[in-house]
């Protein structure tokens, strides 16, 4: 067979043309493939889109939200709140250093009422995002109690709590939106104070409390109530101690019956003279050994470091002034005492001051002076004090046996000041080296201290404070009005006028104010020299809303009370949690005070 030629030969047919009607079946078949393969495609497309729209439309939602929560968790708290801090308390902390501030912001920039805006922009979010009724209501209540006036001393622990808790299922994740520092914690909260050894496990209101009249350098406090199993209590504060040094003086609950007061003097490291009744009458008793010295109408007394006592009173038998003396174990001799010028009331004009007898007396020339005896000067040859110098007025009497002793005095370790009162003035003396300076006119008020080389007078009302630092050449005097003290923050509603719940000392030339701050201000402490103490920064002591990690609607305090020696001192808090003392030191340092045997 011959190969295939690329060539017809002649002669041959050619050969039938290619058919050349189309096959329409299959055609329609590939269409429908190449539809099909478009429609998957666009299906695949759009699909795609919309989920990428909707996943970035969800992004920003999350977005808008988070950024909202954080805004108004930034307004109320500031910075996340700390383990097993709830949203109310961290709201308190900011409360009580908002009222603190210096100077008050403006209206549309005063916290918190500037966070009722970001409050609403999360109300919108909750609206629109299908929450609950409570919810939107929760959000609402609070944009609203914001803005109310007076919304930063509002109680708003419940509404604050409820936005906490709505906000973290919202956004778990959001963080505050604010750079702005806490202000500083209070000091102490009854949890706090749980955790140190009180005074006493009872509470009081420290009505039945009492200290020595004439500041010495320990601080002897006896608190005679009742309704206190330890009752009477006496705790001593030294300012070399570590803890109080307490016991119950049980050995005299006869004798405190009549009423127990502190009308002495004494050493540093000595417990003081009780004195029972009518300014003794009924007895005068050792502190530490309950031992019973004489029963004496007394205008003072004096415990010495060598473990012997002096008594200055007036015998009712005799109608004599009397220095009444006891050494160890040995019956209290009653020495009389017969001065030389004439004395119209010995209540009104003699003192013990320590180893000092002061007498005020008119001479027979007539003259009004202030004259000192030393405790062992005295003898049954007869009464012969110093003259220290002339008094101008004749004391004031007011008050009878229940207003203080015309003649006081305070001391440190190198100095005794004596104050005698007077009509207009009173009358300071300085003993600085064994000898006292002339007497001085000063103020006629106030709370008598020492420290270094001068005294200070402090008088407390309820809508100012007085200071005088005085010398022997003279007092300086600063005056604060109530608005100096509380810059017009209203704390609340209870009265402003009642003095039990504002009180100063002189600390060191400083002046030291604590108060309670209305209904919802706390206690609140500043210190400062006294021409600088408008302007000085308040420290809360003690938050007593806050208990077992919880803000409450009622105070937690029953009661306090302020004591200063020259270089400390005391506060005592009376709360639910029991009586506690505080240390406070010059430079504004606070620390428990422990009890201690």
């Not at 622990?157 to 500083?184: N, Q």
């Not at 001799?333 to 007498?359: A, E």
């Not at 103490?533 to 009370?561: C, I, M, N, P, Y």
Request: with cysteine.
């Amino acid at each position: 067979m011959n190969p295939p030629s690329a060539y017809r030969t002649p002669g041959e047919p050619a050969p039938p043309p290619p058919d050349s009607s189309p096959d329409f079946a299959a055609q329609r078949k590939r269409q429908r493939r190449m539809l099909l393969a478009i429609g998957v495609v666009a299906v695949v497309v759009v699909g795609g889109g919309i989920a990428v729209a909707g996943a970035v439309a969800h992004h920003n939602e999350v977005q808008a939200t988070n950024a909202a929560v954080g805004n108004l968790q930034g307004c109320l708290f500031r910075q996340p709140l700390a383990q097993g801090e709830t949203a109310s308390v961290r709201f308190r902390r900011l409360q009580l250093g908002t009222v603190g501030a210096v100077t008050h912001p403006p209206p549309d920039k005063a916290w918190p009422s500037v966070c009722s805006q970001p409050a609403r922009v999360v109300l919108d979010i909750v609206k629109g995002g299908g929450s609950s009724e409570a919810d939107i209501k929760a959000i609402s209540d609070l944009a609203t109690q914001l803005d109310a006036q007076g919304s930063v001393l509002a109680d708003l622990s419940g509404p604050i709590d409820a936005a906490a808790a709505i906000a973290l299922r919202l956004a778990p994740f959001a963080a505050p939106a604010s750079s702005d520092p806490l202000p500083p914690k209070a000091l102490f909260t009854v949890d706090d104070l749980r955790s140190v050894a009180p005074l006493s496990k009872d509470g009081t209101s420290l009505g039945s409390t009492f200290t020595e009249d004439n500041p010495g350098l320990s601080l002897p406090v006896l608190i005679d109530d009742k309704d206190m199993p330890e009752a009477p209590l006496l705790c001593t504060f030294r300012e070399s101690a570590a803890t109080a040094s307490c016991r119950s003086l049980k050995g005299l609950r006869t004798a405190a019956q009549q009423g127990l007061r502190l009308l002495g003097t004494s050493e540093e490291s000595v417990d003081p003279l009780v004195f029972a009744g009518r300014r003794g009458s009924e007895g005068v008793y050792s502190a530490k050994t309950g031992q019973s010295i004489d029963a004496l109408y007394s205008y003072g007394g004096y415990a010495r470091a060598d473990g012997s006592f002096a008594i200055l009173g007036w015998d009712e038998k005799a109608a004599k002034l009397v220095l009444s003396r006891q050494q160890g174990g040995d019956p209290a001799q009653r020495l009389r005492l017969v001065p030389d010028f004439h004395v119209g009331n010995y209540f009104y004009g003699s003192q013990l001051l320590w180893d000092q007898i002061l007498v005020r007396g008119v001479t027979k020339s007539n003259e009004r002076r202030l004259f000192v005896l030393p405790v062992d000067g005295t003898s049954a040859k007869g009464f012969a004090p110093a003259d220290v110098g002339e008094l101008s007025e004749p004391g004031l009497i007011g008050g009878g046996e229940e207003e203080i002793a015309h003649i006081t005095g305070c001391r440190t370790r190198d100095l005794v000041v004596v104050r005698v009162r007077g009509t207009r003035d009173d009358f300071l003396t300085f003993r600085i080296g064994g000898h006292f300076s002339a007497p001085v006119p000063v103020p006629p008020q106030g709370l008598l201290g020492c420290y270094g080389s001068s005294a200070s007078l402090v008088f407390v009302h309820s809508q100012r404070i007085e200071h005088d630092a005085c010398t022997s050449a003279g007092c300086t005097e600063t005056r604060l009005s109530r608005k100096d003290i509380d810059r017009d923050w209203p704390y609340g509603d209870r009265d402003a006028s009642d003095e039990s719940r504002l009180a100063a000392v002189d600390l060191a030339g400083n002046l030291l104010v604590v108060w309670a701050a209305g209904e919802r201000g706390g206690v609140r402490m500043r210190i400062a020299k006294p021409g600088l103490f408008a302007g000085a920064q308040d420290a809360v002591l003690l938050d007593d809303l806050v208990a077992w990690g919880k803000v409450g609607g009622e105070s937690t305090l029953l009661g306090f009370r302020l004591f200063a020696r020259e270089k400390f001192a005391v506060l005592l808090l009376s709360t639910v949690a029991g009586l506690h003392a505080l240390r406070i030191d010059p430079d504004g340092s606070v620390k428990p005070w422990a009890a201690g045997m």
